[in-house]
């Protein structure tokens, strides 16, 4: 079953069971797309890590860029140069973004350039639930969802033909129960035709104010075109028959429908599946409404839709009730019991019973939050962070940032006292120690955030003076996302040293350390300290050590010999210092509190050893450390 | 065969164990026979060793990617804690197969003690049947296949209830295993076949058959 999606280049027919997001990079490669490019970002990840996986079959351009704004141009350059090109991205990486996503509408292209913002409503793991179509509305960018993996395959296709077409950005809205859902989809054959690059400099690209007013009056004119074409795109579909219309844009079209042909109510009721968001297909929206009696809109976040269609029927003087977020509420994500109720209370025609013994009483489930993995280098650098604030009583406040290491943020380290946004760290350790005087200010970003948008903040925080403790834990990869590169990731004899670019800002106090060897780090985390009271300097600690999943895979590939540790019973007092403070999943407490250590879990990185104050934590087997230091950095 | 109307199932553990690579595997074999397969799954934080949850959705009434609750059949559990957590998902007459694993949430002080756990299970659900995966795969020399042993288990139960043939799958299996391992791997999922099937041997599913094919 390894690399399917790789198989599946040679079939052009048949089903396979594809991820959302595979589904959305078949797509590309059936409608011929030759550069493709992101920065990731779940739920987005797999749509580019996709392509990656046949880029050297198909000679296509993918790439891992530093940053949305920067994966964004990329792939618009290629479509402004007669390539056909993809750019995907998390909804907030689309922030990022923004500002390139606002020029392209402007300029235009010369072949087919889709945008594809991946949404999570319900955070599953996001700093918000900002609903993306959203951007359609001020960028002029049409923007269109599909309801299934198989559709997101088909919809993929259609906006490069739309895009190439029409000359101008279209952008795809998938949400995580899209992206993250395996199902059918019917593939078709990948194009194989390589064409030209070719860049012809046109006045609409220079978006000087003389030029960009002529563009704006073109754009608008576009928009009408766009409008004209969408309202005979076979994707916007009509089911049943009734009085009542349903309008279900994207995702919420499956729940729909599912519960409607369920309860047999297609003989009662219309539902509308909407794939084009905005702008909406006025046509059918106007031959459906006026055949209603009542519209119900069901969609998840936003009333993107619902707003629109009241517009609509205002202009058209069409008078019929529109029911939608009074009733749907905005917050998360739909499921079919949502669905489900709505369709009860709305229209009156269902009954639902749930048959769950609530006499049984559940025993308290404590929550299982995501913690760190066994191996991780941030473990160890943690606790004796913790250990160090505590027993010193700092008054300290640490602004935490993007990746595996905000769960810090969670006991036992209990780290982080803000998370906001990529780069948001060293950011909000500009004002912290702008206002907070009397504060030791601690920024903490893993490598690839630090890349992504933490060097501006440090720039200025260097050349306006906001002197802090900087914390760029390298791990020499982005591993929240699945181990994508980062500047600080070997590539073929290159890689951003952080040391020397921090130097190069100006950064005069420079520490790099293991951050399995928590001495250095305690010394090196002292004298920044120092240096932040006495000097009033910034320091940069670089604690770098790869991600443990990727050392651990490197040293199964090379079938080295791997010993776990154990807890020395005879020795052990039972203080759960490693269990509960120091906390690797792998070391469980035992009836009589004495610390065991779980084979199946331990990798043998043996950072624990430092928890344990009566040495009772020992290799099984005694084995030569240093020389799996080569896996390790 | 019979018309597979709606069959959903409930995957859950704890990341790290396998629940992905156990549901696309039963998405895959559904598939193969033309059966429609919706699988929503868990990425990014949430496997740090954080609770995971899959839903596997089967059939041609299938639309939408989410079990509600209540409304799945089967519950393949990796461990107990993970197993009470999502226990909701499953109709009372639903089928949990749970292996004998609990990990405790790491600093978690007052987690529950295990047999509480599975007084609580047994309690809702009166079709639990708790196995020895993760042991049997530690004997058997490959601590990672817990999850294969629980695909041989479900594999038997769809067999048993004339869901799908287990030979048709065995033949399968092997090009979905991946190569490194495979021969301990099957030996593994045969286990799992073999110990659900003396559990369930001689019991009656039909009342839960019913709500999963259709009249005709």
Known sequence: MDKIFRKLIDVSEGYALLLGNEAVARGALEAG???????????????????????????????????????????????????KSITAMKHVGLNVAADALMSSAYTGVSESFVIVSADDPSMWSSQNEQDNRLYSHISYIPVFEPSDPGEAKDLTVKLFDLSSMIKHPMMLRMTTRLSHVRGPVRLGRVERKTSKALFRPEPRYVLVPSNARVNRIDLLKRWEKIKDVI??????????????????????????????????????????????????PEKIVIEEAVKSEKIIVVEELEPVVENEIRILLNREKINVEVLGKNFVDRAYELTLERVEKIIEELTGLIKISVDIDKEIKKPYIPPRPPVFCPGCPYRPLFYEMRKIISRERLKTVISGDIGCYSLS????????????????????????????????????????TFFHAGIPALINS?????????????????????????????????????????????????????????????????EAIKNLREKHETSVIIARRKCALIAYADMIRDGVEIYPYYVDPEICVGCGLCYNLFAC????????RKAFIDPELCIGCGSCVVSCPYNAIKPLKPFDRKALDKYWF | MRDLKELNIVVSGVGG????????????????????????????????????????RIGRSVRAPLIPMNRAHIMISLEILEAARYIDYLMSNGVAIINRKFIRPPSTPKAPHEDELISFIKSRIYRTYLLPASKTAVEMGMPISANIYMIGSLIKLLDYMTILSETYIDHLIKDLLPERGRDINIKIYERGKKDLYEMIYGENFKDLEKTIFGEH
């Open chain 1, 231 to 280: 309202n005979d795109l076979e994707f916007n579909k009509v089911f049943g028959d009734g009085k009542i219309l349903i309008i279900a844009p994207g995702l919420a079209f499956s729940y729909v429908y599912e519960i409607v042909s369920k309860h047999d109510l297609l003989n009662k009721m219309r539902v509308l599946k909407l794939s084009s968001i905005n702008p909406l």
């Open chain 2, 17 to 56: 164990q396998g629940q992905l690579f156990l549901s696309r595997i039963v998405g895959e074999i559904f598939m193969s026979r033309g059966i429609p397969a919706y699988i929503a799954e868990t990425h990014g934080l949430s496997q740090r060793g954080g609770s995971v949850i899959v839903h596997i």
């Open chain 1, 462 to 526: 260097i050349y306006n003076d906001h002197p802090q403790i900087v914390i760029i834990l390298d791990n020499m990869s982005t591993a929240m996302t699945g181990h994508q590169p980062s500047p600080s990731t070997p590539r073929d004899g290159r890689k951003i040293l952080i040391e020397d670019l921090v130097k190069g800002i100006g950064v005069k106090n420079v520490f790099v350390i293991d951050p399995f060897d928590v001495d250095s780090f305690n010394k090196a985390f002292h």
């Open chain 1, 33 to 83: 797309v030759e550069v493709a490019t992101a920065y990731p970002g779940t739920p987005s990840s797999e749509i580019i890590g996709s392509l990656m996986e046949v880029a050297d079959l198909l000679n296509i351009y993918v790439e891992w860029s530093v940053n949305e704004k920067v994966a964004f141009e990329l792939a618009w350059a290629a479509a402004l140069s007669n390539k």
């Open chain 1, 585 to 592: 999943p792998a070391i469980t407490p035992l009836e009589n």
């Open chain 1, 409 to 448: 943020y969670y006991p036992p380290y209990k780290i982080q006292d803000t998370i906001v946004e990529m780069g948001g760290s060293i950011g909000l350790g500009n004002g912290f120690s702008t206002v907070l005087k009397d504060h030791v200010i601690i920024s903490v970003i893993g490598d690839s």
